[in-house]
């Protein structure tokens, strides 16, 4: 019975996920890889060296370059020396970057306002509830795996 509702959770997030795509996809460069979203925002975050995002994401560095090449390409991101150690290239966000995350905030928002927005106080309490349990499943067992 628990693997039947696993399966027909699956199929829900993915029909929510095509429903959303679909009535937003106009709203927001569909162009980024989620690999390369994932590099911006650990940028936005902070991280503004090819090693340290390597580290984070425990892969090696030339994957990491080879996806930070396109984005410098594409005018996401620059690429500049550390003025201290000209050896060291700091990362940043390029202006194409920065307007892509002020779209991606507006977009959240009106998803906020569309959707959620539709849901109760106890609805919507009740899937933060579920949501906070399986981030928290979901991280015991990445720290379960990386001990093995």
Known sequence: MKDEYIHQINILQNNFNILVAKKFEDKLDNQLTAKQ???????????TSTKDIADKLNVSTSAVSQILNK?????????????QDRREIILNLADKAHQYFRDLAALKLQINKDIYG??????????KDILEKIITIAD???QSNANN
């Open 140 to 142: 015991e067992s990445d």
């Open 37 to 47: 979203v994932l590099l911006l925002e650990l940028i936005k975050q902070g991280f």
């Open 71 to 83: 984005l410098e390409d594409r005018g996401y991101i620059e690429r500049n020396f550390n003025p």
């Open 118 to 127: 539709n849901l109760s106080s106890k609805d919507l309490k009740q899937l």
